[in-house]
Every structure is written in C-alpha cells, then in structure tokens.
C-alpha cells in the first residue's frame, strides 16, 4: 500500500512491507501485546537492526501504517470522477473505489479494521471520514438540514459513523457483497431518505 509521492528506494520499500505483512500476520494470531520488535523481525526475516532503521518502536511503526493507509485511502476519495455532474452522483463511483481498495487489501484492513485490536486505524479512517463528510455536506449547504431541525455535527457524526460501522461490519462478514453492490445499497439508502424528506 506504498505510495509516496517522492521518490523511494525500492529496497526500502519492500523491506517496509516485509515489516508491515510480519506486523499483520502476528496480529492474526496473538494479541498485540504478546508482538515484540524481535517477534515482527523474526517474521520479517530482517534483524532488529533493520527495523530500528524504519521505526522507532511497534507504536510508530503503527501510526506510520495509519498515516499510510489514510494518505491512500485520501487520494481514492479526492479523486471524483469527471463525468459526474452533482455531489450526490459522485458519492457513489467514490464510495465504490473506496470498497474496491479495501477488499484488494482485505487481509490488512480485516486485521487493522475489524478486529478491535488496533483502534488507531479505525480512529484515523473514522477523522478522515468526518473531514470529508463535513466537506461535502457544507458543499451541498447545511441550509436543508436546519430546515428540518438537524445539527449539523450531529449530521456529520451519523453519517461518518454509519459509513465506517458498515465498512468494519462488511469485512466481519469476509465481505459477502461486492464494493459495486455495496456503494448502490448506499445510493439507494440516500435516495430513499431524501424523498422520505421530501
């Protein structure tokens, strides 16, 4: 899931991954208090050494793969299509870039999403979907919220909420929709919503 826009060594990049598929792969089998530096080296088939030279501890390491995975997952979602003409016809091509990345990497996003063990991807997906949920919703104008007596907080925090709890929910159950059929039961959801407003 590398994706810098510098220019990195490629040997640097592989032994990242190397460290972050170890990382994933403990996970699946012990506790992550039970993960150690030696542990994930070992699993990595690196030294100690190396992994110092990537990180200072399992913590960093950690927020580094969060911040990644959220770099990522930004760039999916900045990326509307062109030949969309609204806000709400672009939610759903994007929504379903956004599930065909995360079942391309299911193995990572079961274990770092679903599992409960690692909160801070799911805090930092959670951030960024509220960002972007706020975005668009002052994009599209709160003004219709206010007319039916909704806050707009409490808008953003339903709507980031629902859409990440379905996500984790999506993967618990090994995914058994695909991401197309996934972002149309979304699009239809809104739709059904707005003309229950009316």
Known sequence: ?????????????????????????????????????????????????????????????????????IDHIRRILDNPSESCSSIEEENWPVLEKLLEHIAEHAKFYKVVLASRRTPIFTERLL?????????????????????????????????????IGTIVAWLRKDMPYSPRYMAEQFKLMREHVRRYRG
Not at 8 to 27: G, H, S, Y
Not at 135 to 148: D, F, K, P, Q, S
């Open 127 to 163: 951030r960024l979907l509220t960002e972007i949920t706020t975005t668009r919703i002052e994009r599209i104008g709160g003004n219709y919220l206010e007319a039916v007596g909704i806050q707009k907080d409490i808008a953003v925090w339903y709507n980031s909420s629902a859409l």
């Open 1 to 69: 899931m590398e994706n810098r826009k510098q220019t990195t060594d490629p040997r640097v990049l592989r032994t990242r991954q190397l460290i972050r598929d170890a990382f994933v792969e403990l996970l699946q089998e012990m506790e992550i208090e039970k993960i150690s530096v030696n542990r994930i080296a070992d699993r990595a088939t690196i030294n100690r050494v190396t992994f110092y030279l990537h990180y200072r501890d399992i913590p960093d390491m950690m927020d580094k793969m969060a911040e990644e995975m």
